[in-house]
């Protein structure tokens, strides 16, 4: 039998980092434009104010988990992050339960956890919404709410 690890510091932890100096420093005005865009879905979504993980990613809300090594932490519900080749929403719970959902959102790519969009009319925008709803109800669900 393995020995739990110790609990680490997650790399990406919330910062002091104005969410609004960030967004405005997006120089992409499209890119820019989509991310006001997705944070007002992701606001209604959580009912939580965004805030900045680390110095790129955008978070709401947050939940506590604990992996059977032993090694537990805090991250964010959902969140994004505008970056120059995409812009990134994080749908924390991976894709499983979203196929169908998936097949009507439009042209993407995703990872793990990484759904990756080039600019939201590449997407319809009420699936999206869904999808990132529905995301942050099944982690509420799994693992309940620390803020």
Known sequence: ????????????????????DF??????????????AVL????????????MWGESIIGFGRYEYQYA???????FLTGLSPRKQSLVIYIMGGFEAHEK?????????????CLYINKLADVDQDVLTRLITNSVKLMRKKHGVVA
């Open 1 to 20: 039998m393995t020995k739990p690890t110790k609990t680490r510091q997650n790399k990406t932890v919330p910062t002091k980092i104005k969410v609004a």
């Open 23 to 36: 967004v405005r420093g997006v120089e992409n005005p499209t890119r820019r434009a989509d991310t006001n």
């Open 101 to 113: 959902l998936l097949a009507k959102l439009g042209k993407h790519k995703r990872g793990k956890s």
């Open 69 to 75: 090594s032993g090694r537990e932490g805090e991250f």
């Open 40 to 51: 007002k879905l992701m606001r209604a979504a959580t009912g939580k104010r965004a805030q």
